[in-house]
């Protein structure tokens, strides 16, 4: 396994009336990060958050190309950027769903407390296969093929390239001392968004290659 030690490029927030950062999601110009009770879209060149959207934001948050799906306690929901409004809505898997992302037409589901990852449909919420960790889960991503996770237990906080089928860790990237990740997604190129809990920031961490 390769380990390395993560390299933060750029921090950001914390954000007025932010006390926990928990999803977050990246639709190719905007980081979109959830914040309890609303979804806010980042401008990472420039730090400044551009709208909200008022909708249940409790853990994880993907983008499919054209849609936002949120973690709400129990369930998933399918909005429309545009309008805000919620157009669908499936069952989330398990009792402590944490991470969100999509890829290969499916949605993928980490969860937290039992130290598992789950690939589910979108359309159903039926599970397709779940991968085990020996890790609590946090936020989940897809780049280039690649599976990542990250994990938060006490003070510290990694991400892992995992086998997608076996579970198995590849590669793991260790953060500061202190430093939790809650959400993660990939910008589809060499760094991460990472939210960042009860700090209240989102960082940029760069993917090693």
Same mark, same amino acid.
């Given at each position: 396994?390769?380990?390395?030690? @993560?390299?933060?490029?750029? /921090?950001?927030?914390? !954000?007025? =009336?932010?006390?926990?950062?928990? *999803? ?18 980042? #401008? ?28 709400? #306690? ?5 909005? &429309? ?17 944490? *991470?969100?992302?999509? @890829? ?9 407390? #039992? ?16 991968? /085990? ?5 946090? *936020?989940?991503?897809?780049? /280039? ?17 995992? &086998? ?25 190129? #060499?760094? !991460? !968004?990472?939210?960042? =809990?009860?700090? =209240? ?9």
């Amino acid at each position: 396994m390769k380990q390395s030690t @993560a390299q933060i490029l750029r /921090e950001y927030g914390p !954000f007025a =009336g932010v006390d926990k950062v928990h *999803g977050v999601t990246w639709d190719g110009q905007h980081v979109w990060f959830a914040t309890g009770d609303k979804l806010n879209a980042l #401008d990472p060149s420039s730090g400044k958050t551009l709208r909200s959207i008022d909708v249940a934001a409790h853990a994880g948050t993907a983008f499919d190309g054209q849609h936002l799906f949120q973690i709400a #306690d129990d369930r998933i929901h399918k909005i &429309d950027p545009q309008t805000g409004r919620v157009l669908a809505t499936i069952p989330a898997p398990g009792g402590s769903d944490s *991470g969100l992302t999509w @890829a290969e037409g499916t949605l993928w589901v980490g969860e937290y407390r #039992d130290r598992k990852i789950h690939q589910i449909d979108p359309e159903t919420g039926a599970i397709l296969r779940t991968i /085990e960790s020996n890790r609590f889960v946090t *936020g989940v991503t897809w780049v /280039e093929g690649q599976l990542w996770h990250g994990t938060w237990e006490g003070d510290e906080s990694e991400l892992r390239h995992v &086998d997608a089928k076996t579970g198995e860790v590849l590669e793991s990237v260790k953060l500061p001392a202190g430093v939790g990740v809650s959400g993660l997604e990939s910008d589809g190129g #060499d760094q !991460f !968004f990472c939210g960042g =809990g009860g700090s =209240g920031k989102v960082r940029a961490v760069r993917r090693p290659k």
